[in-house]
């Protein structure tokens, strides 16, 4: 099993991010932590801490900590996605666990009190010797780029890679050419993506292939989704608020994407991370030369990737380098999506 920490901003796709890692059997999920980007730093967290307790098992929900994360980007402006993801992050769902539950109560006092990029440092230092994390970013890059500034060893000694839902080659989703994750810490970003240690991006050119039609959605509705669909068939109590919770995220999160990019559903973009780490065979991609522009009037937050090899002479060609020189970011660019939903 994979150990993982999953820094996110909770946030409709990443609410399926979270269940996913505490589910897929080759994930083991050490650690939780909240970004700003979907909403604000405080929604985030709280969003972190009741998708935990609702959707992990009790011991899940207890063991696996929260970490409140970074409130603004390192430079840029800060900026939020309420469009997409509601005015909290997960507008209009219902089903979720609340404040007045004993564990999410004690789950947000103590994230409140916490701090990612110490979470991300003492996930380091509890691995058993020899043994390695990696780390997931979902939301804007600003906590990871904060971990590989101040623990450069750690990072080099026990985290294995990095998977990031982020940037794009050609389009974007909150200007022509940049992808939220990026735009909203781009500075972030480029840290990232220029570290010595392998970086993997599912970028919107992928996640865009992975969409969630009404057909998908109505399976997830079936009482046992290995039988035929029946629409009348009333849903198990043990599994209503689970599926109810789902199911009112995923309708706002279509009907966000029906109205705004005219797509037939939205695409999942952060489970993605999550499966590939279960399940790198269902996956395609390629290394590649990625920078990130940080200034310009019409493209702040692009990611800019060598696709013919344009810098081919100022790149390190040798595969063991990830850095600042080399070709730094695997960006994957094909997925098996029925495999993927199923
Ligand atoms: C990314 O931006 C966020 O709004 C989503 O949760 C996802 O991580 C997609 O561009
Ligand atoms: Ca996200």
């Known amino acids: ?8 901003d909770p946030g409709r796709d990443d609410a399926v991010a979270i269940l996913l890692a505490l589910h897929l059997p080759e994930i083991d999920l050490v650690g939780i932590s909240s970004v700003h980007g979907n909403s ?3 929604a ?4 972190a801490v009741r998708l935990l307790v609702s959707y992990g098992s009790a011991e899940q929900a207890t063991r696996i900590p929260v970490f409140k994360g970074s409130e603004f980007p390192l430079v840029a402006a800060p900026r939020t996605a309420s469009t997409i993801h509601g005015a909290d992050g997960l507008g209009g769902v219902e089903g979720l666990l609340d404040m007045s539950n004993e564990r999410v109560a004690q789950q947000q006092s103590e994230a409140l009190k916490s701090n990612a990029i110490i979470g991300m440092a003492d996930a380091c230092k509890a691995l058993a010797p020899g043994e390695k994390l990696t780390l997931v970013g979902v939301g804007a890059f600003t906590n990871i780029a904060l971990f590989i500034s ?4 750690l990072l080099l000694e026990k985290v294995s890679q990095i998977v990031l839902m982020g940037g794009a080659e050609g389009r974007g989703n909150k200007s022509p050419v940049s992808e939220s994750n990026v735009y909203c810490d781009p500075h972030a970003a480029s840290i990232v993506f220029d570290c010595p240690i392998p970086v993997v991006i599912c970028p919107l050119n992928l996640t865009h292939t992975a969409i969630f039609t009404d057909e998908i959605h109505s399976l997830l509705l079936q009482p046992n989704p290995t039988a035929p669909f029946s629409p009348e068939a009333p849903l198990p109590p043990a599994a209503s608020d689970l599926r109810l919770s789902l199911s009112t995220n995923l309708t706002h999160f279509a009907a966000a994407y029906k109205r705004k990019y005219g797509f037939l559903g939205p695409p999942l973009h952060d489970p993605l991370t999550i499966a590939y780490i279960a399940r790198p065979e269902l996956f395609k991609g390629t290394r590649y030369r990625v920078d990130v522009e940080l200034k310009g009037d019409h493209s702040v937050g692009a990611t800019v990737v060598d696709l013919w090899e344009y810098k081919k002479e100022q790149v390190d060609q040798d595969p063991s380098n990830w850095g600042r020189k080399g070709k730094n970011v695997l960006i994957l660019e094909e997925v098996d999506v029925p495999a993927f939903y199923k």
């Open 1 to 8: 099993r994979t150990k993982v920490f999953l820094d996110c």
């Open 40 to 42: 604000t730093i405080d």
């Open 44 to 47: 985030m967290t709280y969003n």
């Open 150 to 153: 101040v623990f450069p060893d």
